[in-house]
C-alpha cells in the first residue's frame, strides 16, 4: 500500500514538471496533440496549484512575472506525502 501511495505522489511530481516545463516553452494551439496534453496536465495541476497561487500571487514587473506556487507546491506536497506515509506505517499500511 505505501509503494503504490509513493509512487501516486510521485506521478503528481512529475505532473507539476511537466507542468513547469509547459510555462517556459509556448505551445501553437495550432500543435493540436501538444496543446490538449497541455491542457490536460494544466487542468489536473491547477486544483492543488490555486490556493497557493491565491496566498502569494505571482510576483512580476514590466510584463513579466514568476509564479512561485509550484515551488511551495512540491514544499507541501513533500509534507503531505510524509504525513500520509507516516500515517499508512502507524497503521499497518502493508
Request: charged residues 15%.
Amino acid at each position: 500500500m505505501i509503494g503504490v501511495v509513493n509512487r501516486l505522489f510521485e506521478a503528481f511530481y512529475w505532473l507539476l514538471i511537466i507542468r513547469i516545463l509547459f510555462s517556459w516553452i509556448p505551445v501553437s494551439p495550432t500543435n493540436r496533440t501538444l496543446y490538449e496534453f497541455k491542457s490536460v496536465i494544466y487542468k489536473i495541476t491547477e486544483f492543488y496549484l490555486r490556493p497557493f497561487r491565491n496566498l502569494i500571487p505571482p510576483i512580476g514587473s514590466g510584463g513579466a512575472y514568476i509564479d512561485i506556487s509550484p515551488i511551495i507546491g512540491f514544499i507541501a506536497l513533500n509534507f503531505i506525502r510524509q504525513i500520509v506515509i507516516g500515517i499508512l506505517r502507524n497503521i499497518g499500511g502493508f
